[in-house]
């Protein structure tokens, strides 16, 4: 048994704990020794003492691959041992475990002999280092408003760019997910949804039934959520109605769009939704004049029922019968209905845009009314005059004219030449960047060269008219550029005098293209270029014409021979009113575009589709007539073969472009240019002109079919048209 169990100390402490004994340091001999010993009783009978050491209890093996699942804590004893088991235990503890890592013919091994040492765990460092997960929002949180709002003025722009498949209400929808995405967008969303509110197309049938409304179930929704979230109304800045629907009385309509704007106190413009104003009290025009924010304003002007006939002589049309320019003047108005029409524009100090378009028999008088208006209206930059009588508008009144950006000037005959050279002159007018004159009929050339050379802003210019303007009969050009601008970037020219050849003024300004004379000067649209002088100075195209242009001649002619239903009323021409004030049937399907049929006859202006057909012919003439030649030659000197190359039209030095596609939002009948019809028409919401095919929002569904019902739902909703707003040039 002695060999068994091998020799053990047979010291017993008296007290418990630790024997200072037991710590004692060995020399190598004796620790070999009582290792040898050790090693024996380990192996036959295990340890020479029954109680347990307690010490760090060892991890089991499957847990030391894991750290995520060690304790950290510190190691802490389970309970106190017994004095002489504790010493006994601790003795043979340490003398066997100093006696196992000395000796080299140990049958432990390194992981056992690891688990056995007394020391406290440490967690080991990790393997492969993983990334703290982010908050939810962090990096959204990160970015400043500025920039997410740029981002959804990007989403914006890609659901209303021209010639997509979506739409104003695809829009909206999307706005508000991403306002509920992330508190974050919250506010980023609101603005972007409020700042500019679409409302286009006919109102969705189970909402209107839902609300028991007859019409504007939107606008109503709209006006109750601004009445009760004042911060929501002052996001608001411009609004688009939609359009009337067919047979409602237009007075409760415009009611209605003005209860909307009186609960939006930085209102600044009304687009899409336009009303005749007859000199009378009307809400919506009263909502419009308290917007103290307004910054645009289109008045389209019908006679006044309360309006003074004017007396004039019988003689008069007999005397004027040589003179194209002249026309009967209406009346003028009452002192009240032009204090009234004045004190509408009282508080608008921050209007930037004013339009004002006269139906047939309107006027504004007296004479000084126009410009105590623009007196009142500091901060105008865009003026629209259109179709004034002499009464209302004449060289006076261009001369008393503010500082202006942009001018348009349409059917205005008491505007002459004479009046045109005194205001390029004068000081104010050097502001103006972009000037149109449309059938003005400037009858002077050289009032053409001073508007040029005086205007040093300007930048655009379009000259529309049906007369040549003449060239002084006692003056000679001697040197070109006759007609010169430094800064004039693009030029509409557009003079039909002459129908199948140049006249004398397309000719000057072709030769003073040629000389230099406008060295800014990158695009230039002339509709009317029978013999394409200008043409021949721009750039070469490869194709001008578009492919509806082959077509648009056989739609026509299948136009006029479809019979048409004869007209209820006779053909004589009457001055165009709003729609009826009386109560009468409501059409809830289809809409009314009042505005479509009550403007002036505008003079003939050249059509951008034959121009473009002109041009093509002109071009496929030019490639059969090569610029080049090229001549191949035997080694004996005879020519073997010669072919001609490279034949093309205008002048590949050039930096104009010859432009013949109409501006955005203008058509091809009215020479390209964006006249007051084109402002005041429906912008694409009409579906039966045209054939057009309104937005569904099938756009943004899966291919194929939809076989969940709700899916459908989430992005359906009433067939709407892609409303296109339009500004004047």
Request: proline letters at 7%; glycine letters at 6%; charged letters at 20%.
């Amino acid at each position: 048994m002695g060999s068994v169990m091998g020799p053990g100390h047979s010291y017993v402490p008296q007290n418990a704990g630790y024997s200072p004994d037991s710590f004692a340091r060995r020399g190598p001999s004796n620790r070999e020794s009582i290792a040898r010993s050790d090693r024996s009783s380990y192996n036959a009978m295990g340890p020479a003492y029954s109680p347990k050491t307690q010490r760090p209890n060892p991890l089991p093996l499957a847990m030391m691959g894991n750290y995520a699942q060690i304790d950290a804590r510190p190691t802490m004893y389970q309970r106190r041992p017994s004095s002489i088991a504790s010493t006994a235990s601790s003795a043979v503890t340490n003398e066997s475990f100093d006696g196992i890592l000395g000796s080299p013919t140990s049958s432990r091994t390194s992981h056992e002999s690891w688990q056995s040492a007394p020391r406290s765990w440490q967690r080991p460092a990790p393997i492969k280092q993983y990334r703290r997960r982010r908050p939810q929002g962090e990096l959204l949180a990160v970015l400043p408003d500025e920039v997410l709002g740029l981002i959804l003025d990007n989403l914006r722009g890609l659901h209303l760019a021209p010639g997509g498949a979506s739409c104003a209400t695809c829009m909206m929808r999307d706005l508000c997910s991403v306002a509920v995405s992330a508190r974050k967008l919250l506010k980023v969303a609101q603005s972007a949804l409020y700042e500019d509110i679409q409302l286009v197309g006919s109102d969705l049938h189970t909402q209107k039934k839902r609300l028991k409304l007859n019409f504007g179930s939107r606008l109503v929704l709209l006006r109750r959520t601004l009445r009760s979230n004042p911060e929501l109304a002052i996001m608001v800045h411009s609004l688009k109605a939609p359009a009337i629907p067919q047979g409602l009385p237009m007075d409760l309509y415009s009611n209605l769009v003005a209860s909307v704007l009186m609960a939006c106190p930085n209102f600044e413009r009304l687009v899409g939704f336009h009303l005749n104003y007859d000199f009378s009290f009307n809400r919506l025009f009263h909502a419009l004049s308290t917007r103290e924010q307004l910054r645009e304003i289109h008045w389209t002007l019908e006679a006044s029922p309360l309006q003074r006939k004017r007396r004039m002589s019988n003689a008069a049309p007999m005397l004027n019968s040589g003179n194209a320019r002249y026309q009967e003047a209406p009346g003028d108005l009452q002192e009240q209905q032009s204090r009234d029409f004045f004190e509408l524009h009282s508080n608008w100090s921050n209007l930037t845009t004013l339009s004002i378009h006269c139906l047939p028999g309107a006027t504004l008088t007296p004479v000084s009314l126009l410009p105590d208006i623009l007196s009142d209206t500091p901060s105008l930059q865009t003026l629209h005059l259109s179709h004034l009588p002499f009464t209302a508008f004449n060289d006076a009144n261009l001369l008393s004219l503010p500082s202006l950006h942009t001018l348009t000037m349409s059917h205005l005959p008491g505007v002459s030449s004479a009046g045109l050279s005194s205001f390029a002159r004068r000081p104010s007018s050097r502001t103006l960047r972009e000037l149109t004159l449309h059938h003005i009929d400037v009858d002077s050339l050289p009032t053409i060269g001073q508007i040029l050379s005086n205007l040093t802003s300007l930048e655009t210019l379009a000259i529309v008219q049906t007369q040549m303007p003449q060239f002084p009969e006692d003056e000679m050009i001697w040197l070109f550029p006759y007609l010169a601008s430094s800064t004039l970037n693009k030029l509409h020219w557009d003079i039909t005098s002459h129908p199948s050849c140049t006249n004398m003024a397309d000719s000057i300004l072709a030769k003073s293209i040629a000389a230099s004379g406008f060295p800014s000067l990158r695009t230039l649209r002339a509709p009317h270029d029978p013999d394409g002088v200008f043409q021949s100075l721009c750039k070469p195209l490869e194709k001008v014409e578009m492919a509806s242009d082959k077509y648009r001649g056989l739609i026509k002619e299948c136009n006029t021979a479809r019979p048409r239903s004869p007209p209820k009323t006779p053909t004589t021409p009457s001055t165009p009113k709003t729609l009826s004030k009386s109560p009468g049937m409501i059409s809830t399907t289809s809409l009314a575009f009042p505005m479509e049929d009550q403007l002036f006859p505008s003079k003939v202006s050249s059509n951008l589709s034959q121009s473009r057909r002109a041009a093509q012919a002109r071009l496929e003439a030019a490639r059969q007539t090569p610029r080049f030649t090229v001549n191949v030659v035997n080694e004996d000197g005879s020519l073997a073969e010669t072919w001609g190359m490279a034949g093309y039209m205008g002048d590949a030095a050039s930096a104009v472009d010859y432009c013949v596609r109409p501006d955005a939002g203008a058509v091809d009948e009215n020479g390209g240019l964006v006249e007051i019809a084109d402002v005041l028409g429906d912008g694409g919401e009409n579906l039966r002109d045209g054939g057009r095919e309104g937005c569904t929002g099938r756009w943004n569904t899966w291919a194929g079919i939809v076989v969940d019902k709700r899916d459908k739902e989430r992005w359906w909703h009433t067939e709407r048209g892609r409303w296109r707003g339009v500004e004047l040039a």
